[in-house]
T-cell receptor
Framework: NAGVTQTPKFRILKIGQSMTLQCTQD?????MYWYRQDPGMGLKLIYY???????DKGEVPNGYNVSRSTTEDFPLRLELAAPSQTSVYFC?????????????FGEGSRLTVL | AQSVTQPDIHITVSEGASLELRCNYS??????LFWYVQSPGQGLQLLLKYFSGDTLVQGIKGFEAEFKRSQSSFNLRKPSVHWSDAAEYFCAVGTPNDYKLSFGAGTTVTVRA
């Protein structure tokens, strides 16, 4: 059971470039999330999805876009990379009901924008 | 909106000693509370959660946490720390019928021999 898989693990971008961080989960979870983690700041929610075809903004959505065409996949796109987007990005998935908040995280994608 | 504060940025503890990590939340009603652990280079893993009922909850790896409504706190404890407990610990708060968690800034735990 792979859980939540993120690719790539590391990436260096130049300012203005675009890229997509891939996220796939094999647990049939309805909820999926993208967080970014910056030192001393904890995790900030970028976007989330409660099911295929449904996405919504989190706390820090500017500069990012997402899509959710299937239950399994939740890619995060950076259109015009900026140094402020240098961070570690985590994808997570989770259940609803009595398991709300029990999130399963990927291993993270470290992005550097130069 | 709910929020959570972890007052301690970094804690150093000797192996075999007890550990307590503090977490204070802000929410008008009873929140859902969680502790997650992040080992170096890894994603976060759920240690334990509190939704309702018994205010002392047990988790994995020998951790426990106590919900105190009067203090708006959910502190994490372990009686005897192992070197493998060196990690970053995050407290998080959620609310009923909401799908999103708010995370604290984290507490880094260093274990010395």
């Amino acid at each position: 059971n792979a859980g939540v898989t993120q690719t790539p693990k590391f990436r260096i971008l130049k300012i203005g470039q675009s890229m997509t961080l891939q996220c796939t989960q094999d647990m049939n979870h309805n909820y999926m999330y993208w967080y970014r983690q910056d030192p001393g700041m904890g995790l900030k929610l970028i976007y989330y999805s409660v099911g295929a075809g449904i996405t919504d903004k989190g706390e820090v959505p500017n500069g990012y876009n997402v899509s959710r065409s299937t239950t399994e996949d939740f890619p995060l796109r950076l259109e015009l990379a900026a140094p402020s987007q240098t961070s570690v990005y985590f994808c997570a998935s989770g259940l609803s009901g009595e398991n709300t908040g029990e999130l399963f995280f990927g291993e993270g994608s470290r992005l550097t924008v130069l | 909106a709910q929020s959570v504060t972890q007052p301690d940025i970094h804690i150093t503890v000797s192996e075999g000693a007890s550990l307590e990590l503090r977490c204070n939340y802000s929410y008008g009603a009873t929140p859902y509370l969680f502790w997650y652990v992040q080992s170096p280079g890894q994603g976060l893993q759920l240690l334990l959660k509190y939704f309702s009922g018994d205010t002392l909850v047990q988790g994995i790896k020998g951790f426990e946490a106590e919900f105190k409504r009067s203090q708006s706190s959910f502190n994490l404890r372990k009686p005897s720390v192992h070197w493998s407990d060196a990690a970053e610990y995050f407290c998080a708060v959620g609310t009923p019928n909401d799908y999103k968690l708010s995370f604290g800034a984290g507490t880094t735990v260093t274990v010395r021999a």
